[in-house]
């Protein structure tokens, strides 16, 4: 952890207004879909990471105690699932051959569980709505030569990054920087 280094924020224009360019993906070719994901989730993590902490602080504002709960039960629910997938070879071929069932299978279980304790309001617009909207602009993102040379330095180890290790836990590190 000690070499974690957090990226540049990339600016506005690049990350949404002028010189970005976005593109429904190819839903026939999910690798490739796969791909742009991880990517576009590795080059523009300071801004994903700034937008769902903005977001969290104006659901927290209202609702503390609830957010709260819902972090910590999802932040246990995660951990629960990288601890299953490290010690079960079945739970760590299913994780790396769906990602995105393996994601939707620890937001859905956060879901019921909140359910069940009464915040599941503060858990769908205090963390489910900022990852939505992150995997959306990640899927619609079209890369540029910035964001695939970055890719590859990520790649190859040369910096090591905070989504980097995040998707390392969700088993989509062979993945990065194709």
Do not use: C
Not at 12 to 24: C, K, Q, T
Not at 121 to 135: E, H, R, S, T, Y
């Amino acid at each position: 952890m000690v070499d974690v280094q957090p990226p540049p924020f990339r600016t506005l224009d690049d990350f949404l207004l002028g010189s970005a360019r976005f593109s429904v993906p190819d839903v026939r070719n999910l690798d490739r879909w796969n791909n742009r994901i991880i990517n576009n989730l590795l080059y523009y993590q300071s801004n994903y990471f700034a937008f769902a902490v903005a977001f969290l602080v104006v659901v927290g504002y209202f609702q503390p105690l609830q957010l709260i709960l819902g972090a910590t039960v999802v932040i246990l629910l995660f951990m629960g699932f990288v601890w299953a997938a490290e010690n079960k070879a079945v739970i760590r071929r299913f994780r790396r051959n769906h990602p995105s069932l393996s994601v939707s299978a620890i937001l859905g279980s956060s879901y019921l569980l909140l359910s069940v304790l009464g915040g599941v309001a503060v858990f769908l617009f205090g963390i489910a709505f900022p990852i939505l909207m992150i995997l959306i602009h990640a899927s619609v993102r079209l890369r540029s030569l910035k964001n695939k040379l970055e890719n590859k330095l990520e790649s190859i180890g040369l910096k090591r990054t905070p989504m980097g290790l995040i998707l390392e836990a969700l088993g989509q590190e062979q993945e990065a920087g194709s």
